[in-house]
C-alpha cells in the first residue's frame, strides 16, 4: 500500500509538471502580444516596449518559465494584467465556492445516485423489469438535458416563478443560511446530470456483480439478499463506480463554470470567464493550471481510494 | 419396525422436480420430472452433459436459480421439511447450516475482496453461536482438515493471494464447517488439475465419511464417478434416464446413453487398436418441445414407440430404474453405424523421416518489479527441451496447467520467439485451437473461415479455392450445407471440424492441437478423437496432441512427451509410457487418473501426489520434481537428471529411471 501510493504519488508530481509545461508554453504559442493586448490602443513604440521589459515578455523563454515556476512555488501568482490585483486573492476568494459546490454536487449525487443504481440493479436482477426500466429511462433522459438548459429553466421556475431562492446577491461566509440557499439550485442542477451517470454506472457494475459466482456462494452460505447485496454485491461494484466518480468530476469542473456564470457566483469559473473576456493571460493560466491540478489531485485520490477498496490492484 | 422406518427415511427426497429458464428463444425445460433420494451419508454422483439439466437441478433443490430460472414444480424433502414452500427467511436458516454448497470453479466463488478469515468465520459465528475467537479457531481447523498449510497464517489471505486448488480447498472448508447434512458438489474438481483433483476427491471422501455427510456432486467425468460415488443419477435433455448404484451402472447399464457413455471413454490400459465407438449426432435443442424419448435421434435401438412417447423410469433391479423402451437399451449392438474399422498406430518401427525437431529450446519470461529494477524475476516457460515429430505421427504432450505446454506450442508455430535453441520444421505448421467458438470472427460465414488461409497465402483463383473448401469440409465430416453458415449456428463440436479444416487448407506437414476435445461434451469429444486419428492415417499430416486428458492423450498419441515445469521429463511410445512410466512425475500423473471402473478404483492404493507445482519463479538447483517426488533423495536435490535413453526408445529425465 505504500509502495503503491509512493508511486502514484510520483505520478502526481511528473503530471504537474507536465501540466504546468504545457499551460506556460501553449499561452506562448497563443499569436498576439500580451502586452500590446493589455495596452491597447493606448501605447506604442518606446513605451510598449517598456512595458514588455516590465512584464518580463522580453527575457529568453526559460528565463520566463523559471520566474513562472518560482512563482507558483510560492504561491504568488503574479497580478492580474487588467486590474492589477494579485491573482492568488482572486483565488483565495473564488476556489471555496466552487470547491464547495463540487464537492456538495458529489456527495449529493453519490447519495441518490448509488441507491437509485443499486435498487434498479436488484429488480432486474430478479427479473421485475418495470422499476428499473423506469429509473433507466428516467436517468437516460436526465442525461440528455444539457446542464445550461436546466439550469435556466431551475431558474425561472425556482428562483423567477416561485421565488423559492435568491437569483442573485452577494455570498457571504458568515451567513450560512444564504449561503446554502444561494447555491442550492446550481448544485441541483449539476448533480443532476452526475445522478444520470452514476445511477446509470451503478446499476450496469451492481448487476454484472449480483451475476457473479461469489454472490451465489454468499447466498448457499445462507446470508440473506440484503446482506448479499451490501456486503458482498456492493462493496465489489464499487470499483468501478469510484473510477466513475474520478473521471465525471472532470465533467463537472465543466459544469461549475457554466453554472456559475448563470447564476452569477462569483466562483473560479466567473472570475476565468471574466480573465478570458479581457485576454488576461497571466490570470487564466494560473487558472487553468488551478483546474488541471484539482482533475489531478481528485484522480490520485481515486487511485488510492482503488486501492483500499481493492487489495488486488497492483501498479 | 418404527425405527427401523426412521433409519431407513431418506436425507433429500426430491419429488417430480421441474425447472424451466425462460429465453428469447422459447422455455427452456432445464430439469423435467425429476425424482430421486439422498440417504444420509450416501454419495450421489449425477453425471451429464452440459444442458443436461445436472447443475438447474441441484441450484434448484435450494433454490438458488437466478432469473430466468424458476422451479415449477415439484417438492424438495429435506428431512421431512419441504424446502419449495419455505419461506426466505427459513430458507436462509438451512442454507449454509443443513445444505453446503461447493461450486465448480474455486477462482471466482470466493468475494475476492474479503479475507478468508472473514468470509469463513461469519459463517461458523451465525450458525453454530460461537463468539470471533471460538468461530476463527474453529476456521483453522477447517483449513488444517482440508490440507492448508500454515493455516493460522493463510487465513488472513485475499482469495487472489491463493492457487486455484487451494481456494477450492477453503471452499470445501467453508461449506463442511457449519457441519451441514448434505454437500452440494457442482464440478468440484474440473477446473482443477488432475493432481490436485485426487488430493481434493481425497478429502471430500475423508470428511464426508467421518462426518456421515451425504453428497451430491455434479461431474461429467465417469472416473470421478467411479471413484466417490455410492450412486449414480444419469441426466439426458433434463431428465434423469437412469438410476443406479454405482456397480450396476458400469457393470450392467440398462438405458442407451449410460451405454454409450461408457463405450466411448478411451480404455487406460488395453492398446487402444480399434476406433473409439461414438454416439452419432447432437445433444436436442432444448428450447424445442421435444416428442417422445429425448434420446431416440441417437439410439440405434429406437423404434416406433420411442418417438411417440417418452418413457418413464422402470424398475431395472432392486435399486435401478431406467428409462428406456427396449428391455436391454442397445444390449450387445455397437453404438453408432461406422464401420469398427481399425486404429493403424505408428509404434513397433516407426516412419524415420522427422518433420520437426527441437534442439535445447528454452523461452525464458523476464519481469521485473518497479522498485527494484535490479531484481528480475524469470519464468523459465520453457526450459531445455528437446524432442522430435516424425511425419504422420501423433505426439501427445500432457503435464499439469503451468508445465509450459502451450508455451511449447505457440513458439512451434512461431507465434512466440525462443529465448535460445533451434527449432526445425519441414512444412508448414498449422493450428487447432482449445475453444472453437472463440477462435473464429462470428461475422465470417463458415466458408471464408476454411477459405482465409488459402486467400492468405494467394493460393489458387476462386474456383480453386472453392472447389478445395468444399473438400476440406467433407473431409472432416461436415457437408456444404454448413459452408454458408456463420460460427454462432453451428454446435462445439462442429465447430471445432472446421478448425481442422481450416488448419488442413494449407495441407500442413504438422498440426498443433491444443487441447482440442477439452471444451467438448464426452459424447462429442470421440467424434473429434476419431476424426484426427483418421486425418492421421489418410492425410499422413503429424499431430501435435497437447492436453491434461491422459486418457485421450494415451489413445490418440503414438508417443508421448511428459512436460513438468518447463521440461520434458518423460518421452516413448504412447502404451509404454502410460503402462510402466519411468519417471516418478509420469507414474503419480496416471494414478491420479480417476478410471472409469468402480472395481479398479477400490483396489487402487489413493497414493496421492503431495504438494503443488512450485513456483515458476524459484530457482530449482537439482531435479524439479524432488519437491514432490516420493522417492526423492539427496542427490535429486543437489544434481540435476539429464533426460536420457533408459530403454529402447524411451527416455526419462530420472536418476533412478531403469
Redesign the interface.
Known amino acids: 500500500m505504500l509502495?503503491y501510493s509512493l508511486?502514484k504519488l510520483l505520478q502526481l508530481v511528473v503530471t504537474t509538471i507536465g501540466v504546468v509545461m504545457l499551460v506556460f508554453f501553449a499561452m506562448r504559442l497563443i499569436p498576439g502580444d500580451a502586452a500590446a493586448a493589455m495596452a491597447g490602443d493606448t501605447l506604442s513604440g518606446a513605451a510598449l516596449e517598456r512595458l514588455r521589459d516590465q512584464m518580463g515578455l522580453n527575457d529568453p523563454l526559460l528565463v520566463q518559465f523559471w520566474n513562472f515556476v518560482r512563482g507558483l512555488l510560492v504561491l504568488d501568482f503574479g497580478r492580474t494584467l487588467t486590474t492589477n490585483l494579485p491573482v492568488s486573492d482572486l483565488i483565495r476568494s473564488a476556489a471555496p465556492i466552487t470547491l464547495l459546490i463540487a464537492i456538495a454536487t458529489i456527495i449529493l449525487a453519490i447519495a441518490i445516485a448509488i441507491p437509485l443504481g443499486t435498487v434498479a440493479a436488484f429488480m432486474a436482477?430478479?427479473?421485475h423489469k418495470t422499476l428499473d426500466n423506469l429509473i433507466t429511462g428516467l436517468a437516460m433522459i436526465i442525461d440528455l438535458m444539457p446542464s445550461f438548459w436546466t439550469a435556466l429553466v431551475f431558474l425561472l421556475i425556482f428562483s423567477l416563478t416561485l421565488g423559492w431562492f435568491p437569483a442573485s446577491g452577494p455570498i457571504s461566509w458568515d451567513d450560512p443560511y444564504s449561503i446554502v440557499m444561494r447555491l442550492a439550485l446550481p448544485i441541483l442542477v449539476l448533480s443532476l446530470s452526475q445522478v444520470a451517470i452514476l445511477a446509470r454506472m451503478t446499476r450496469t457494475a451492481v448487476l454484472e456483480v449480483?451475476?457473479?459466482?461469489?454472490v451465489?456462494?454468499?447466498?448457499?452460505?445462507?446470508?440473506?439478499?440484503l446482506r448479499v447485496l451490501f456486503?458482498?454485491a456492493l462493496?465489489?461494484a464499487a470499483l468501478p463506480i469510484v473510477t466513475v466518480v474520478g473521471l465525471s468530476f472532470g465533467n463537472l469542473l465543466n459544469g461549475t463554470i457554466i453554472v456559475e456564470a448563470i447564476f452569477t457566483i462569483p466562483g473560479v469559473g466567473t472570475v476565468l470567464i471574466n480573465g478570458i473576456n479581457s485576454r488576461d493571460y497571466q490570470l487564466v493560466q494560473v487558472l487553468m493550471i488551478f483546474y488541471a491540478l484539482l482533475f489531478v489531485f481528485i484522480n490520485f485520490a481515486t487511485d488510492i481510494l482503488y486501492r483500499a477498496?481493492?487489495?488486488?490492484v497492483k501498479? | 419396525m418404527i425405527h427401523q422406518g426412521e433409519i431407513t427415511a431418506p436425507l433429500l427426497d426430491v419429488r417430480n422436480l421441474r425447472t424451466e429458464f425462460a429465453t428469447d428463444g422459447g422455455t427452456v425445460r432445464a430439469v423435467d420430472d425429476a425424482s430421486f433420494s439422498i440417504m444420509p451419508g450416501e454419495r450421489i454422483a449425477v453425471v451429464g452433459e452440459s444442458g443436461s439439466g445436472k447443475s438447474a437441478m441441484a441450484m434448484s433443490i435450494?433454490r438458488?436459480l437466478?432469473?430466468?430460472g424458476r422451479v415449477v414444480a415439484g417438492d424438495v424433502l429435506l428431512e421431512g421439511t419441504n424446502i419449495a414452500q419455505l419461506s426466505?427467511?427459513q430458507l436462509?436458516?438451512?442454507?449454509?447450516?443443513s445444505v453446503?454448497?461447493v461450486?465448480q470453479?474455486p477462482m471466482?466463488?470466493?468475494?475476492?475482496?474479503?479475507r478468508i478469515s472473514k468470509q469463513m468465520t461469519a459463517?461458523i459465528m451465525?450458525?453454530l453461536g460461537m463468539n470471533y475467537k471460538e468461530a476463527h479457531a474453529e476456521a483453522v481447523e477447517w483449513l488444517r482438515k482440508v490440507g492448508i498449510p500454515d493455516p493460522e497464517r493463510r487465513i488472513t489471505a485475499?482469495p487472489?493471494e491463493m492457487s486455484g486448488g487451494m481456494r477450492q480447498r477453503v471452499?470445501i472448508a467453508?461449506a463442511l464447517s457449519c457441519r451441514p447434512k448434505l454437500l452440494i458438489a457442482d464440478e468440484p474438481t474440473t477446473a482443477l488439475d488432475v493432481t490436485i483433483q485426487a488430493q481434493i476427491v481425497e478429502i471430500l471422501k475423508k470428511l464426508t465419511s467421518e462426518a456421515n455427510t451425504a453428497m451430491m456432486f455434479i461431474t461429467h467425468d465417469l472416473g470421478l464417478v467411479a471413484r466417490l460415488a455410492d450412486k449414480v443419477a444419469v441426466m439426458y435433455a433434463g431428465r434423469i434416464v437412469e438410476f443406479a448404484t454405482v456397480e450396476e451402472i458400469f457393470a450392467a447399464p440398462c438405458h442407451p446413453y449410460t451405454q454409450s457413455l461408457l463405450r466411448t471413454i478411451p480404455s487406460p490400459t488395453a492398446l487402444n487398436t480399434s476406433r473409439l465407438p461414438q454416439i452419432p449426432g447432437l445433444p436436442p435443442d432444448m428450447k424445442k418441445a421435444i416428442q417422445g424419448c429425448a434420446f431416440r435421434e441417437r439410439c440405434r435401438a429406437a423404434t416406433d414407440i420411442c418417438a411417440r412417447e417418452a418413457p418413464a423410469l422402470t424398475d431395472r433391479g432392486a435399486s435401478h430404474v431406467a428409462a428406456c423402451w427396449q428391455p436391454e437399451g442397445l444390449g450387445s449392438s455397437p453404438i453408432d453405424a461406422q464401420p469398427d474399422r481399425a486404429l493403424r498406430r505408428n509404434d513397433g518401427p516407426f516412419r524415420d523421416r522427422v518433420i520437426v525437431e527441437i534442439n535445447n529450446l528454452n523461452k525464458h519470461f523476464v519481469s521485473s518489479s518497479?522498485?527494484s529494477r535490479t531484481k528480475r524475476n524469470v519464468i523459465r516457460a520453457v526450459n531445455g527441451v528437446s524432442l522430435r515429430v516424425r511425419q504422420g505421427e501423433t505426439l501427445g504432450i500432457v503435464g499439469e496447467s503451468g508445465c509450459g505446454k502451450s508455451t511449447l506450442a505457440r513458439l512451434l508455430l512461431g507465434l512466440e520467439k525462443p529465448s535460445s535453441g533451434e527449432i526445425f520444421t519441414e512444412g508448414l505448421t498449422q493450428m487447432v485451437f482449445q475453444d472453437p467458438a472463440s477462435s473464429f470472427n462470428p461475422k465470417m460465414r463458415i466458408r471464408s473461415i476454411i477459405e482465409e488461409p488459402l486467400l492468405v497465402k494467394r493460393k489458387g483463383d476462386w474456383r480453386t479455392r472453392q472447389a478445395r473448401v468444399e473438400e476440406l469440409v467433407k473431409l472432416v465430416g461436415l457437408d456444404e450445407a454448413h459452408l454458408d453458415r456463420f460460427p454462432g449456428q453451428l454446435s462445439g463440436g462442429q465447430l471445432q471440424r472446421i478448425a481442422v479444416a481450416r488448419a488442413l487448407a494449407l495441407e500442413p506437414s504438422v498440426v498443433v492441437a491444443d487441447e482440442p476435445t477439452s471444451a467438448l461434451d464426452v459424447s462429442v469429444r470421440a467424434q473429434i478423437i476419431n476424426l484426427l486419428a483418421d486425418l492421421k492415417q489418410e492425410l499422413g499430416v503429424a499431430f501435435v496432441f497437447i492436453s491434461h486428458d491422459l486418457l485421450t492423450v494415451q489413445y490418440i498419441s503414438d508417443r508421448i512427451a511428459v512436460m513438468y515445469l518447463g521440461e520434458v521429463v518423460e518421452y516413448g511410445p504412447a502404451d509404454l509410457v502410460f503402462n510402466s512410466p519411468s519417471h516418478p512425475y509420469t507414474k503419480a500423473l496416471i494414478d491420479a487418473v480417476p478410471i472409469p471402473d468402480p472395481a479398479r478404483e477400490a483396489k487402487r492404493a489413493s497414493a496421492v501426489l503431495k504438494g503443488e507445482l512450485p513456483s515458476p519463479l524459484s530457482e530449482i538447483s537439482g531435479c524439479t520434481f524432488a519437491t514432490r517426488c516420493p522417492l526423492a533423495t539427496e542427490q535429486c536435490r543437489t544434481e540435476k537428471p539429464k533426460l536420457r535413453q533408459h530403454r529402447k526408445s524411451r527416455e526419462a529425465a530420472c536418476h533412478y529411471a531403469k
Open positions: 509502495a508511486k436482477h430478479k427479473g449480483l451475476s457473479e459466482d461469489y451465489r456462494t454468499a447466498r448457499a452460505m445462507g446470508w440473506s439478499e456486503r458482498h462493496k465489489n477498496l481493492d487489495p488486488r501498479f | 435450494l438458488l437466478v432469473y430466468p426466505e427467511r436462509n436458516q438451512l442454507r449454509g447450516r453446503g454448497t461450486f470453479d471466482s466463488s470466493l468475494d475476492p475482496v474479503m459463517p451465525r450458525n485475499f487472489f471452499m467453508m518497479f522498485l
